[in-house]
């Protein structure tokens, strides 16, 4: 039983990880972020905040709102994703920080191509982070909330949401510095592309991930 909870505790933090690295390498392609993370990087791109500062404010904020549309129902436990949003927000600043001596390619298929890899570190860190079940980052802990609220389904608001943020951050840089800032094709590439990858990660290895946490399901 300990060792499963250990497992699960590396397949989690691994996943963070993993899915930070893969922020960070989408910020160096300068193609756009994936739609979670476009506010974040909004926030950076106008006020010059550092990615991981804004990430851990930006969760701070998903919390609030998901005690204002739940109320009563909110379950205490749920307080749980601040220092989970605080730590993904450190792990972006280390990252970043890692990555800071990278040059920012001008050429655009390489550009693409950075993009392209980000994806390849997203997707494996999100089919790792959830699996476990435990505390999920603050953005899908507010989807969660108004699906509950709602009654509308997880894939529902999820979209609704990632338009959402998309359109907030456009018209954010558009106003600020009169340019698209954190969006590009980048982010409509992204949020096709990890959402497939994801699907063929869980499709040919999420038997042996499940098996070897012991949970059912996809």
């Excluded at 998901?66 to 994703?81: A, C, D, S």
């Excluded at 990252?95 to 392209?116: R, S, T």
């Excluded at 980000?118 to 909330?145: D, K």
């Amino acid at each position: 039983m300990k060792r499963k909870f250990v497992t699960k505790l590396l397949f989690y933090f691994g996943g963070l990880i993993v899915m930070t690295l893969g922020v960070v390498i989408s910020v160096k392609s300068d193609l756009g972020v994936t739609p979670i993370s476009s506010i974040p990087y909004t926030m950076t791109v106008v006020w010059g905040m550092d990615l991981g500062i804004a990430t851990m404010l930006f969760s701070v904020f998903m919390v609030l709102l998901q005690i204002v549309i739940l109320r009563k129902k909110f379950k205490i436990i749920n307080l749980l994703q601040l220092p989970i949003g605080i730590l993904f927000g450190a792990f972006l600043t280390v990252c970043g920080k890692l990555m800071a001596p990278v040059p920012v390619p001008d050429n655009f298929i390489v550009k693409f191509i950075i993009m392209l890899v980000s994806t390849v570190f997203v997707a494996p860190g999100v089919f790792l982070y959830v699996a476990p079940r435990f505390v999920p980052l603050a953005p899908e802990g507010f989807i969660i909330a108004v699906t509950q609220v709602t009654k509308l389904s997880f894939s529902t608001v999820k979209v609704i949401f990632d338009v959402t943020m998309v359109a907030v951050s456009m018209i954010t840089c558009l106003v600020a510095i009169h340019s698209l800032g954190s969006v590009g094709i980048g982010t409509v590439v992204a949020a096709i592309l990890v959402g497939s990858e994801v699907k063929l990660l869980t499709k040919f290895f999420g038997g042996w991930r499940n098996k070897v946490l012991g949970v059912n399901g996809k």
